[in-house]
């Protein structure tokens, strides 16, 4: 399950705290600091969720949920945040669309039961996903094999909890380049996915020369193998 949240918050103090509450409880967290950069990191990096302050410049955020509700991936959840605690207001954001309202100040605490509540309500919700005895804790950013706990680094967890999320399916390095470095140049990232990829062999196969979890489609890219 894809648990990449987009929080949009022109104040970059508390667009900061948000982010560090949601990095610290395993969420993948991507920023925009005004209505029309969160259009763009929408429809670059297809969160499922993104919590949206209501007062930003150049689109107010009832005008980003606005639209977002019109794409064609309208699926993703929408908490708004604001210092408006009206009923009035709360009824407004979510007649336009939000999934939840959430009024500033919050407890961080609040702010994780709310993402995790919106999560269970639409399905999107992972606490682990486990495969032939291979685990990942997204939220807790853990990966166990058979309850032996390994270390990962980031980008290594990164692959190996899109390669969980997507058991059987072929994977080209350009999704995984895209899941990793958005923004890097693609002649060079190839072969830092496969320098990634045979590192993460080494910790998760029983024999990293012959791999059963992670294979190689040849000309196509990757496959997680999920019986």
Same mark, same amino acid.
């Given at each position: ?18 982010? !560090?509450?949601?990095? +610290?409880?395993? %969420?993948?967290? =991507? ?8 259009? $763009? ?26 639209? =977002? ?13 604001? &210092?408006?605690?009206?009923? +009035? #207001?709360?009824? !407004?954001?979510?007649?336009?669309? &939000?999934?939840? %309202? ?14 995790? &509540? ?39 967890? /990164? ?5 969980? $999320?997507?058991?059987? =399916?072929?994977?080209?390095? $350009? #999704?995984?380049? !895209? /899941?990793? %470095?958005?923004? &890097? #140049? /693609? ?19 029983? #024999? ?8 190689? =489609?040849?000309?196509?890219? %990757?496959?997680?193998?999920? $019986?």
């Amino acid at each position: 399950m894809n648990q990449t949240i987009l929080v949009v918050e022109d104040d970059p103090v508390n667009r900061k705290l948000v982010k !560090n509450i949601l990095l +610290e409880n395993g %969420y993948f967290v =991507v920023e925009a600091a005004d209505g029309e950069e969160a259009k $763009e990191v929408f429809l670059r990096e297809h969160p499922c969720m993104i919590i949206l302050d209501l007062m930003l410049p150049k689109l107010s955020g009832e005008e980003v949920c606005q639209w =977002v509700r019109k794409q064609e991936r309208n699926e993703v959840s929408i908490i708004m945040l604001s &210092a408006k605690a009206s009923t +009035e #207001d709360r009824i !407004n954001g979510l007649r336009l669309g &939000a999934d939840d %309202y959430l009024v500033k100040p919050f407890d961080p605490e609040e702010l994780l039961a709310h993402v995790e &509540a919106v999560l269970r309500r639409t399905g999107q919700f992972c606490q682990k996903i486990i495969h032939d005895g291979l685990c990942i804790k997204p939220r807790k950013g853990e990966v166990l094999l058979f309850d032996k706990k390994l270390t990962l680094t980031k980008h290594e967890f /990164q692959l190996l909890f899109y390669f969980m $999320e997507n058991p059987n =399916v072929v994977v080209t390095r $350009e #999704d995984l380049i !895209n /899941q990793l %470095y958005p923004f &890097a #140049d /693609q002649t060079v990232m190839d072969r830092t996915i496969d320098a990634h990829i045979k590192k993460l062999r080494k910790k998760i196969e029983v #024999d990293s020369s012959h791999p059963k979890r992670i294979q190689t =489609v040849r000309g196509m890219g %990757y496959r997680f193998v999920a $019986e």
